[in-house]
């Protein structure tokens, strides 16, 4: 149990201040808002395709399971700085007599220091056009508070900060962590997250493969660069 509350823990510390928002500028995340509008567009695109499609049904099935990515979010990262760790997933729709769909699709990642911010971050995106109507629309940049709930701990509402990316990008919702070593060792292999805003959950996710993750996230951190940037794990 005591693990379990550590990253509920370091949250709550750094609830107390937004002053993340003023030291991450939202073009440290250009690679991280390149990989997520290609997914979008993935998705939005293979929501249409025929049931035939076998692609499109491996694509599903693989969204729904869920994947991490790995990748340095600020291009022309030094070694060691701005490492990420993404972890993608869907909810499975399914409507008689048709075609299973994706719904509630939702991306946590955690980032590691970059620059003059020497803390880390746990961020939340919406995945899909559909999931990006549920996230609240608001300049970048704008503290909020907001519930959050991590797997079988209490929720507990903290301070967030919402960041555009790039135009056409999802938006980033992002709570301040006071290392990424506070943020790691809160890590469990399976974990879930549900984040509400003003009383309507906006966010429900649940990871696996965590220690996995955590162990990629330690070799960037130690300066090994990932392949071509970014590398993904089923």
Request: glycine residues 8%; hydrophobic residues 45%; aromatic residues 8%.
């Given at each position: 149990?005591?693990?379990?509350?550590?990253?509920?823990?370091?949250?709550?510390?750094?609830?107390?201040?937004?002053?993340?928002?003023?030291?991450?500028?939202?073009?440290?995340?250009?690679?991280?808002?390149?990989?997520?509008?290609?997914?979008?567009?993935?998705?939005?695109?293979?929501?249409?395709?025929?049931?035939?499609?076998?692609?499109?049904?491996?694509?599903?099935e693989a969204v729904i399971a869920g994947w991490w990515e790995f990748m340095q979010a600020r291009s022309n990262a030094a070694p060691?700085?701005?490492?990420?760790?993404?972890?993608?997933?869907?909810?499975?729709?399914?409507?008689?007599?048709?075609?299973?769909?994706?719904?509630?699709?939702?991306?946590?990642?955690?980032?590691?220091?970059?620059?003059?911010?020497?803390?880390?971050?746990?961020?939340?995106?919406?995945?899909?056009?559909?999931?990006?109507?549920?996230?609240?629309?608001?300049?970048?940049?704008?503290?909020?508070?907001?519930?959050l709930t991590q797997g079988n701990t209490k929720p507990v509402t903290l301070n967030a900060i919402y960041m555009e990316t790039r135009?056409?990008?999802?938006?980033?919702?992002?709570?301040?962590?006071?290392?990424?070593?506070?943020?790691?060792?809160?890590?469990?292999?399976?974990?879930?997250?549900?984040?509400?805003?003003?009383?309507?959950?906006?966010?429900?996710?649940?990871?696996?493969?965590?220690?996995?993750?955590?162990?990629?996230?330690?070799k960037c951190l130690a300066g090994a660069p990932f392949d071509n940037k970014r590398r993904r794990t089923q």
């Open positions: 149990m005591i693990r379990t509350q550590l990253l509920a823990a370091a949250l709550v510390a750094a609830s107390l201040s937004c002053q993340a928002g003023v030291e991450v500028q939202s073009e440290s995340f250009d690679v991280l808002a390149s990989v997520m509008e290609t997914h979008n567009k993935e998705i939005d695109a293979r929501q249409t395709l025929d049931a035939a499609k076998e692609e499109a049904i491996r694509y599903r060691g700085e701005y490492c990420a760790a993404s972890f993608l997933r869907a909810k499975r729709r399914v409507e008689p007599g048709k075609v299973d769909k994706m719904k509630e699709g939702v991306v946590v990642t955690l980032f590691g220091p970059g620059g003059s911010y020497r803390g880390a971050l746990l961020a939340f995106s919406p995945l899909g056009d559909e999931s990006a109507a549920a996230f609240p629309k608001l300049p970048s940049g704008t503290p909020l508070r907001v519930t135009p056409k990008a999802p938006p980033l919702l992002a709570f301040a962590v006071p290392s990424i070593d506070a943020l790691m060792k809160g890590m469990e292999d399976t974990w879930s997250f549900d984040v509400s805003y003003q009383g309507r959950s906006i966010a429900n996710i649940e990871w696996h493969d965590g220690l996995k993750a955590r162990a990629e996230l330690q």
